[in-house]
């Protein structure tokens, strides 16, 4: 065990230079570390003496360029708003367009000049982007850890959402770049979760869970299937838009009917509205344990009990109720079938939420574990396992959308289905299209629908140096890698001649739930025209092939056929031609059958190798 080795002592903090991975959840609302205790084998969240593990992810920037973060920025939510960035996470990877319904939500500057870039955010006459904004909250974290640890912090696995694409994925990754972290995987929130409950750890095991994450801001069911060490995401659900702060408005929104507040009064004393939301939070908090809430606010006294806080929160948790049902819909089972549910995210210590979990699922929930350090204690678990003291583990995700190139005539060739396992590979061959092509353009796209132009571009570029050969001689071997963080490496090699080149996709930007969504929609309900379209753009490409081929042959090898057989080819040509005019694809094969029919002992008579090679494969 290397974590063994690292003698570090955390409760003395007695210490030992090694190497640390460390786990971390980048949350919404909270972010913490946590490692593996070199003692009790066990992962503990980190946290210095007499303070929470968790530190608030927020991000404050002062008048004269200083920054602070954690719970000292969060101080300044309500009175500098401008200035206080928070869900930072929420604009990872994202483009205004992405965001820009939910702009109200920021109450500091998302900036909007190109909507379709990356955003930033505007902090007095400086911009940042999420990756910088959560690179400032990682940095942070590696310095507490480093300064509780008394030893360098450079290696990390960093949590995110199930549903998060490759573009939030890399944008996180380069967060902790920035940070001056080392970031050896990205591992799913619900599979950390799993893991800190010990849930995958034993090979034998089979299980099917549900891991209800309800956190600040967000909420999130994932469904997994766990068999043989992997993990499986069936399916995800949520709800971008909810969280515990809905309950402290709810708290707060009862208070100012309650008492009379006009909101007027609050308008202009921002610090007095922060001491109500956080006289709201206090409420909620102790409700969890409580019966009723009583407390001080600007000469007035506040009070709530549990049966009415209960009955504002309602409608909230019935819409996560909701959103369990889509989930086990999705993941094609019905409720009973789930084994574990695992529950995360502090808002799920609120005991009508824990109760409304459970009825719905029929049995107990598993709560055991701290609420909001289970995500940490699994990355630490993850980090472990990195180290190498599991190493026969793999924690697999799924692809959301097909991935594939452009091949002629504009069609989507699928190299990884939508659903696949990852990591994973594929690898197809194609061939060029004209005589002595150079170049060849690999265009990489995602989605369901037949045409290229119909799904989401994530990438181009041109293998060049092919040397000259005829068309369809070529083979170029286009091969996709998605890595376990989900990343997709294209790499395309001319076989013959070896010249290859390799790209690693970083699309512009991600793509919503809601887009995701829409496109898988638009591929059911356009898949019967879809199909037509496909079968059309493939016989007339096959045609188009065909005619060229014929041609080229009767310009070079005139001799080697007779009049006759030139005669009854150009009407074959000559009818294909017209036939390729019409939009009806068994028409054309009929017209290329008979071309072929009788070109075909002109390819044997010749052996012209590009005249057989072009007759298969597919042209790019
Ligand atoms: P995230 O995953 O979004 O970063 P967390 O899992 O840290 O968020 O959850 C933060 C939320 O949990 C906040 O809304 C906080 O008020 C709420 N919370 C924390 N403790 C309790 C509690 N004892 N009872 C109810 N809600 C709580
Ligand atoms: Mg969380």
Not at 137 to 147: D, V
Not at 218 to 229: N, Q
Request: glycine share 8%.
């Amino acid at each position: 065990m290397i974590m063994a080795k690292i003698g570090i002592n955390i409760s003395t903090g007695s210490l030992q230079k090694a190497e640390m991975i460390v786990g971390i959840d980048l949350g919404t609302t909270n972010s913490l570390v946590s490692i593996i205790h070199p003692e009790t084998g066990k992962p503990v969240a980190l946290k210095e003496f007499n303070t929470s593990s968790l530190v608030p992810s927020i991000v404050h920037f002062g008048e004269h360029g200083d920054i602070v973060i954690g719970e000292e920025a969060r101080q300044y939510l309500e009175s500098d708003p401008q200035r206080t960035i928070f869900s930072a996470k929420r604009l990872m990877g994202k483009s205004y367009n992405d965001i820009k319904e939910n702009e109200s939500f920021f109450s500091y500057k998302v900036i909007d000049d190109d909507a379709d870039r990356l955003v930033k955010v505007q902090v007095d006459n400086k911009f940042y982007s999420p990756i910088e904004l959560s690179s400032f909250i990682l940095k942070e974290l590696k310095k507490r850890a480093e300064h509780i640890l008394k030893t360098p912090v450079n290696k990390a696995v960093i949590t995110v959402p199930a549903y998060f694409n490759d573009a939030q994925r890399q944008a996180t990754r380069d967060a902790g770049k920035l940070a001056g972290l080392d970031v050896l995987r990205i591992v799913n929130e619900p599979t950390a979760a799993s893991l800190a409950y010990g849930i995958g750890l034993n090979k034998e095991e089979e299980k099917t869970i549900a891991v209800y994450d309800l956190g600040g801001g967000t909420f999130d069911i994932s469904v997994l299937r766990i068999a043989g060490g992997i993990f499986e995401v069936l399916s995800t659900n949520g709800d971008t838009y909810l969280g515990g702060d809905d309950f402290d408005k709810a708290i707060v929104q009862y208070w100012l009917t309650q008492y009379g507040i006009t909101t007027e009064e609050l308008v202009n004393n921002k610090q007095l509205v922060q001491a109500l939301r956080l006289r709201a939070e206090e409420a909620k908090k102790q409700l969890s344990s409580h019966d009723s809430f009583e407390a001080n606010w600007n000469g007035e006294q506040l009070k709530i009990s549990r049966a009415t806080f209960e009955e504002l929160i309602r409608p909230l948790v019935d819409k996560t109720i909701a959103s369990c049902k889509n989930a086990l819909k999705d993941a094609g089972l019905a409720a009973d079938e789930i084994d574990t549910i695992v529950m995360v995210g502090g808002s799920t210590r609120v005991p009508a939420v824990k109760n409304a979990v459970s009825a719905f699922f029929g049995k107990p929930v598993h709560d055991e574990v701290n609420p909001d350090e289970v995500v940490a204690l699994g990355a630490g678990i993850q980090a472990d396992i990195l180290a190498g003291n599991n190493k026969d583990f793999l924690l697999l995700d799924i692809t959301p959308l097909s991935l594939g190139i452009e091949t002629m005539g504009g069609l989507m060739d699928v190299l990884i289905p939508r659903n696949a396992k990852i990591p994973t590979k594929a690898g197809r061959q194609y061939t060029t299209q004209k005589d002595g092509q150079g170049s060849m353009r690999i265009a990489v796209y995602q989605g369901e629908r037949d045409l290229v132009g119909d799904n989401r571009k994530l990438a181009e570029f041109n293998l060049t140096g092919i040397p000259a050969m005829p068309a369809g001689l070529p083979k170029v071997e286009v091969s996709f890698l998605i890595n376990a963080d989900g990343i997709l490496m294209v790499k395309a090699k001319e076989l013959r001649s070896g010249v290859e080149q390799e790209i690693e996709v970083k699309p512009q930007y991600g793509l919503t739930d809601n887009e995701v969504e829409k496109m898988l929609l638009e591929s059911i309900t356009h898949a019967q025209s879809d199909m037509q379209t496909r079968a059309l753009v493939e016989a007339r490409t096959e045609a188009e092939q065909i005619l060229d081929v014929t041609e080229k042959f009767l310009s070079k090898n005139a001799a080697l056929v007779s009049s006759e057989e030139l005669a009854q080819t150009n009407t074959a040509i000559q009818s294909l031609r017209e036939a390729l005019a019409s939009e009806d694809k068994d028409l054309i094969h009929k017209k290329v059958e008979e071309l072929n029919e009788i070109s075909r002992p002109f390819a044997e008579r010749a052996m012209d190798e590009a005249v057989s090679g072009a007759l298969k494969g597919k042209k790019i």
